[in-house]
């Protein structure tokens, strides 16, 4: 079970690392250089990526957490089921956009991430 959760977090802080060194220039900073859209959605957005940023920061911990407290397995359930939760809303925001759902990485790297803390789960 703990290897399960602490691979959880390893892959937790992979995603983090796609985020910030991959998505930053390909999503983030053309986001800021359009001008066409309002400023308080663009703003909006920008927000929205460093919400992501900080959430990818605490899956990877509590995964962490996890992998070296038996007692925190109610906070693996609440990761696994967050992270299944968002590669589905992913691909589903893929699907509405016309693009296949293994486009965005989010939906392969949430998956993944899931079903290893779900496989850390029934592991336990």
Not at 90 to 108: D, K, M, N, Q
């Amino acid at each position: 079970m703990t290897s399960l959760f602490a691979a959880a977090a390893v892959l937790g802080l992979v995603t983090f690392a796609i985020h910030i060194f991959a998505g930053g220039p390909v999503v983030a900073r053309p986001l800021l250089a359009d001008t066409h859209l309002p400023a308080a959605s663009k703003w909006l957005n920008y927000y929205c990526w460093h919400i992501t940023t900080v959430l990818l920061v605490f899956i990877a911990a509590g995964f962490a957490a996890a992998a070296v407290r038996p007692d925190a397995w109610v906070l693996a359930i609440f990761l696994t089921v967050l992270c299944l939760a968002l590669s589905v809303l992913s691909a589903g925001i893929a699907l509405r956009g016309g693009l296949a759902p293994l486009r965005l990485p989010s939906t392969s790297l949430f998956a993944l991430t899931g079903c290893l803390g779900l496989a850390g789960i029934i592991a336990g």
